[in-house]
Nanobody, 119 residues
Framework: QVRLVESGGGLVQPGGSLRLSCTVF???????MAWYRQAPGEQRDMVAT???????DYRDSVKGRFTISRDNAKNTVYLQMNSLKPEDTAVYYC??????????????WGRGTQVTVSS
């Protein structure tokens, strides 16, 4: 059974940085991966994706501030978040996907990690 385990969330001041990590257990293949986020009362939205071919995509509001990357040897994907804003506050979820060029989500999710941006 495949499991995704996130870490790295926390409380940070506006303008600060955090790095989230998501490790895949139970699947040694190089996977397409993504980060989503969900604020209270809101839907879960895509934040960033990375395909098996290394292609990345971001939601407009995080472009230039967030970077998704992967370490295939560790079966881990990262989300480096810089210049954080209060509106980035949400639970961040790791998602497993498919695709070498275009990301396709499949229903395999981590349990989420809370990111709070506040002074």
């Amino acid at each position: 059974q495949v499991r995704l385990v996130e870490s790295g969330g926390g409380l940070v001041q506006p303008g600060g940085s955090l790095r989230l990590s998501c490790t895949v257990f139970g699947d040694d293949d190089v996977n397409a991966m993504a980060w989503y986020r969900q604020a209270p009362g809101e839907q879960r939205d895509m934040v960033a994706t990375i395909t098996t071919g290394g292609y990345t995509d971001y939601r407009d509001s995080v472009k230039g501030r967030f970077t998704i990357s992967r370490d295939n040897a560790k079966n881990t994907v990262y989300l480096q978040m810089n210049s954080l804003k209060p509106e980035d506050t949400a639970v961040y979820y790791c998602n497993l996907g498919r695709g070498s060029y275009i990301y396709t989500s499949i229903p395999v999710w981590g349990r989420g990690t809370q990111v709070t941006v506040s002074s």
